[in-house]
C-alpha cells in the first residue's frame, strides 16, 4: 500500500474477525515503525505493552469497560508514557549525540557541539521534564515569561503542559503504528475509553507513567467499520493563510 492507501484504509474497528489471526511478529515489526515517530526533543518517553497473553487480554478487557473492540482482539497494545524516565533518556540521547558528533562532525566543530549538546541534554531537557508538586512548572513559567519579553519562547512549560508534551509525542507514535498496521492489512482501533488505574495495576506500571492509548489489533468483520468516515466539511478545519 502507498502511504495514501494506508491511511485511507485505516478505520478504528469494533469488530475483529474471529477466524482471522494476525502475525504476532509483524505487529511487533510496526512497533519498532512507531518508535520513528517524530518526538518532542527525540526523548521518546513512551514505552509499548504488546500484550498476546489471553488472560492479560481478559483483565484490560474488563478495565476498558468491556468495549467490543477488546473482546474480539487478537493482540493488544498499551502505548504508555514515562515522564519518570526523563533523566535516563536524557542521558542515553547524550551519549548518543557525542557518539554521532565522534561519527560524522569535522574536527574543528566537534567541541562546540559537544558543548551544546550537553547544554541541552545535560542540563535543559532534565530542568524541563522535572516535576515537584508544580513548583518547578511555576519557575520554569517565570523564566519564560521573563525571557519571552526578549526574544520568542517557548510558553508551554507548566507540569501539566510538558505533561501534555508527553502525551502529544507518544500519541504521534500510537499514529505511526495503526498506518503500519494498516500498511498491513491489519485492523486497529485507538481507545481512551479506560480505566487507568486498572490498567495500570495490571501491567504493573509505575507511579510516574501514563497511559496513552490502548490499541486493540485483528482483522475486521464487515460489521466492525462503519460504513462512512464522517468529518465535518473539510471547509471548516481547513485555512489557507
Ligand atoms: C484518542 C482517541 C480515543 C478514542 N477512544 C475510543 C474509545 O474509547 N472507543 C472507541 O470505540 N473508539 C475510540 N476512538 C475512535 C474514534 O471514535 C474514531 O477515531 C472516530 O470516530 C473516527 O473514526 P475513524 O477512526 O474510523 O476515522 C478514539 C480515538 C482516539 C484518537
Known amino acids: 500500500m502507498t502511504v495514501e492507501e494506508a491511511i485511507l484504509y485505516r478505520r478504528s474497528t469494533r469488530e475483529f474477525d474471529a477466524e482471522k489471526e494476525i502475525s504476532t511478529e509483524k505487529v511487533k515489526r510496526c512497533l519498532e515503525l512507531a518508535s520513528l515517530a517524530p518526538n518532542s526533543s527525540n526523548m521518546q518517553l513512551w514505552e509499548f505493552y504488546h500484550v498476546t497473553d489471553k488472560e492479560t487480554m ?3 478487557t ?3 469497560l468491556d468495549q467490543n473492540s477488546m473482546k474480539t482482539a487478537k493482540e493488544v497494545v ?3 508514557t514515562r515522564q519518570d524516565l526523563f533523566y535516563r533518556r536524557s542521558k ?3 551519549k ?12 574543528d566543530r ?3 557541539r559537544r558543548k551544546n549538546r550537553k547544554r541541552y541534554y545535560g ?3 532534565p530542568f524541563l521534564y522535572a516535576r515537584f508538586v508544580g513548583l518547578l512548572g511555576v519557575l520554569r513559567k517565570i523564566i519564560a515569561s521573563v525571557v519571552g519579553l526578549f526574544q520568542p519562547m517557548t510558553r508551554e512549560v507548566s507540569e501539566e503542559e510538558i505533561y501534555a508534551v508527553v502525551h502529544k509525542s507518544c500519541a504521534l507514535a500510537a499514529q505511526n503504528f495503526m498506518i503500519a498496521m494498516a500498511g498491513q492489512g491489519y485492523d486497529t482501533c485507538p481507545l481512551e475509553g479506560f480505566d487507568s488505574k486498572m490498567v495500570k495495576k495490571i501491567l504493573d506500571l509505575p507511579y510516574g507513567s501514563s497511559v496513552n492509548m490502548i490499541i486493540p489489533c485483528g482483522i475486521r468483520t464487515e460489521a466492525g467499520v462503519r460504513r462512512t468516515q464522517l468529518r465535518v466539511p473539510f471547509e471548516e478545519v ?4
Open 110 to 112: 566537534k567541541e562546540p
Open 123 to 125: 542540563f535543559l531537557m
Open 62 to 64: 474488563r478495565a476498558c
Open 238 to 241: 481547513y485555512k489557507r493563510i
Open 96 to 107: 548518543l549525540e557525542y557518539e554521532d558528533i565522534e561519527r560524522y562532525s569535522p574536527e
Open 58 to 60: 481478559k483483565s484490560l
Open 92 to 94: 542515553e540521547m547524550l
Open 78 to 80: 498499551v502505548f504508555v
